[in-house]
């Protein structure tokens, strides 16, 4: 984004182009999305994109021409992928629930591998294929107990988290893989211990308890998860991906670690690349502190809500000084953290960063609200790639 004195303008194209009406929606650099995917393709580990982070059809295409490789966790997921892309990408399914509807639809499209969360899930499998007469491959998701050092309610691999097989239970998973070897084909540990990670040790510790395990026994690939943290802060030190897949490579031969290793990046692929335009409905002077009430509600961010995060916010710089910024909800959690007092007047333009990852894929219609548009830039061109929903949307199911 650039600042000239007569607008603002996104690569030269002025935001006056928006008019106020389509307001808040989401805006996407196609320039960003691409540097990020040239990192991500230069990192000598094998990526699957994780589509719980954005499951934008236009953004999957993306991903299908170039990586091609998607974590899903529902088959809903895995619909909208065949619907892309004719059943030909990899596919690796997480997740600690999967339904036997699920498990059946993955053994019939033959997807790359279904990650097992637990003995119980393992068993349905097991019967599912020797019933139909299929073989899967599957990976162990294990449950390391290391924490790491990320958000609580985002850390998945503490021994009390629900996520993965219990390192205690593993003698068991040993024993079952000579009773279920001709219908399941085990290829690999699986671990993901969190999201937002921006330090090395609990990396360090993980690869420790792999090196452990291998040595226990060994299957062909490490699937190390996801997790990569992004600067929301706008911090001058950036995460840098390449020296972070750096350093796990070095602790790996460190360890003689040899295998395969796969991972599965969400959040780093669009956060970064997206912001989303709001705008002032309300300016409230009151006696003991003034607020700002926006258009942009939790329906259509909720992580400020639901994790207490923090995404930057800043306007045209025009107005009075605010520091506290609302939506339109009605709920008293429908706020914005936010440290610096920032200027606004009626109707200002209101820019919160860093809204690719979790942010569209977690909003809802609270309030009856529509979903919003998300549009997209590249160069001097922008196109929609999700128009806002229509009120037949959020009536249709009722008969
Ligand atoms: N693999 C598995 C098994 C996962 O559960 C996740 C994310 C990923 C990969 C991708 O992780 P990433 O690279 O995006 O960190 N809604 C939360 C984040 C939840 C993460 C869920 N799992 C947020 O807004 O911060």
Known sequence: MTEFKKGIFFNN??????????????????KKIINNIYNIKKINFICFFS???????????????????????????????????NKKSKIIFSGSGKSITELLISINLKIFCINVESIQELFKLFFLCKKYKKKINVMFRINPNIDALTQKKISTGNIYDKFGI????????????????????IIGYDFHIGSQITKL????????????????????????????????????????????????NKILNKYNIKNKILIELGRYF???????????????????????????????????????????????????????????????????????????????????????????????????????FEIIFYKNKIKIIYSKEKIFNLIKNYD
């Not at 194209?13 to 196609?30: A, G, M, R, W």
């Not at 219990?166 to 084909?185: D, G, S, T």
């Not at 950036?238 to 350093?247: D, G, R």
């Open 201 to 248: 040790k609990p990396l360090k510790k993980l690869i420790f308890t792999i090196k452990i395990l291998l040595n226990k026994k060994k299957y062909n690939l490490l699937d190390i998860g996801g997790g990569l943290g992004v600067d929301y802060f706008f911090y001058k030190k950036k995460i840098n991906i390449k020296n972070y897949f750096f350093s796990i």
């Open 51 to 85: 589509v719980k982070s954005n499951d934008n059809i236009f953004l999957l295409k993306i991903i299908k021409n170039t990586i091609n490789k998607f974590d899903v966790v529902s088959i809903g997921e895995i619909e909208k992928i065949i619907l892309i892309n």
């Open 270 to 372: 669009f956060c970064n690349s997206c912001l989303i335009l709001s705008k002032v409905n309300y300016l409230k002077y009151n006696k003991s502190h003034n607020l700002v009430i926006l258009n942009l509600g939790m329906n259509d961010l909720i992580r400020p809500s639901l994790y207490n995060s923090f995404h930057k916010i800043e306007s045209i710089n025009i107005g009075n000084n605010f520091k506290k910024f609302f939506g339109p909800i009605c709920e008293s959690s429908d706020k914005y953290n936010n440290d610096d007092k920032i200027k606004v007047k009626n109707n200002s333009l209101i820019f919160f960063f860093s809204t690719g990852s979790y942010c569209k894929v977690l909003s809802s219609n609270y309030n009856s609200k529509k979903k919003i």
């Open 166 to 185: 219990c390192l205690l239970n593993i003698k068991q998973i040993y024993i079952l893989n000579k009773i279920i070897k001709n219908f399941i084909n």
């Open 13 to 30: 194209i002025s935001i006056n182009i928006f008019n106020k009406i389509y307001l808040p929606l989401y805006i996407y650099d196609l």
